[in-house]
Nanobody
Framework: QGQLVESGGGLVQPGGSLRLSCAGSGFIFGAYVMKWFRQASGKERELVALISSIGDTTNYADSVKGRFTISRDNAKKTVFLQMNSLKPEDTAVYYC??????????WGQGTQVTVSS
């Protein structure tokens, strides 16, 4: 059974940086598109960034373009989200998702990111 485990969340001041990690196991990591979502309190879950299976294509929500960078290391079965210039409105639970059009999809348990002074 596939599993995703996020880490790296925490409390940071506005303008600060955090790097989230998501480690996959139990599935063919390199065959999956990897995505980061976030869900703020009282709001719907939204897609933040995605990266293709081999890492040659990325896409970002307009709200994070130029500040967040998604990357992956298929040898280590890990996807990253580097978050710079953080704003209070980035506060949310961040979720990692492994997406495949045919095989099972997987979600991580989420990691809290709080941006506050």
């Amino acid at each position: 059974q596939g599993q995703l485990v996020e880490s790296g969340g925490g409390l940071v001041q506005p303008g600060g940086s955090l790097r989230l990690s998501c480690a996959g196991s139990g599935f063919i990591f390199g065959a999956y598109v990897m995505k980061w979502f976030r869900q703020a309190s009282g709001k719907e879950r939204e897609l933040v960034a995605l990266i293709s299976s081999i890492g040659d294509t990325t896409n970002y929500a307009d709200s994070v373009k130029g500040r967040f960078t998604i990357s992956r290391d298929n040898a280590k079965k890990t996807v990253f989200l580097q978050m710079n210039s953080l704003k209070p409105e980035d506060t949310a639970v961040y979720y990692c998702n492994a997406h495949h059009s045919i095989w099972n999809n997987y979600w991580g348990q989420g990691t809290q990111v709080t941006v506050s002074s």
